[in-house]
């Protein structure tokens, strides 16, 4: 052994070609105590205040309205979260944020009977942020529900992409949880 790795922290990565995968620490909120999953809630709409002030144009001086992601602002057809999957790598969804919001994504759910997508991706801009891994929810019984420990914010612009693995093909109900900050009156021009 060289006397320069002696010890872990004398290590300069730096000159090491290594690539490192971002796995999302997810919590089942089934397991949480009550008051640690409301306040990952009012953490996430703070966080999603913070960024509509930051990212939207004249964000102080307008009234912003935070409120629950749906899936029309992921650019899905319909009020549910549903997907059809084949067993693989399944694009789920490619968005690109409107320039009148700014979203926060902290969790996700899966209210399929039996279900088929394992692990997702989250991207932005075709790069990958986040891995997560819902099979561990799955096969220790849990309600597969999870929150993350670190949110993601998306600003006016970027692009959302999410990539699901399955291990079979069907129907699946797989919802993001998440608030999206626009200004005051946009859903009721949106006609949504």
Same mark, same amino acid.
């Given at each position: !052994? ?12 730096? *000159? ?20 640690? @999953? ?7 709409? *703070?966080?999603? !205040? ?11 001086? *307008? ?14 057809? #319909? ?27 902290? #969790? ?7 279900? *088929?997508?394992?692990?997702?991706? @989250? ?10 891994? !819902? ?5 220790? #019984? ?21 990539? +699901?693995?399955?291990?079979?093909? +069907? ?5 993001? !949880? ?12 949106? +006609?949504?």
């Amino acid at each position: !052994m060289e006397d320069s790795f002696r010890r872990l922290e004398d290590i300069d990565i730096s *000159k090491y070609n290594i690539r490192q995968e971002q796995y999302a620490v997810i919590y089942p909120i089934t397991v949480m105590p009550r008051e640690s @999953v409301y306040s990952v809630y009012l953490e996430a709409q *703070k966080r999603a !205040m913070q960024a509509g002030i930051a990212f939207l144009s004249g964000g102080v001086s *307008k009234r912003l309205v935070v409120r629950q992601l749906r899936p029309q602002d992921l650019g899905l057809p #319909g009020p549910e979260w549903m997907f059809q999957v084949r067993s693989g790598r399944n694009t789920l969804l490619r968005y690109r944020v409107r320039d009148d919001q700014a979203i926060v994504i902290f #969790g996700f759910y899966n209210q399929s009977p039996s279900p *088929k997508v394992v692990q997702l991706e @989250v991207l932005r801009g075709g790069v990958r942020r986040l891995i997560i891994v !819902m099979q561990e929810l799955y096969t220790r #019984g849990y309600d597969p529900m999870g929150v993350l420990a670190d949110f993601e914010v998306f600003r006016p612009g970027d692009e959302v992409e999410l990539i +699901g693995h399955a291990i079979g093909e +069907g129907e699946e109900i797989l919802g993001v !949880m998440g608030y999206v900050a626009e200004p005051e009156g946009r859903l009721n021009r949106a +006609g949504l």
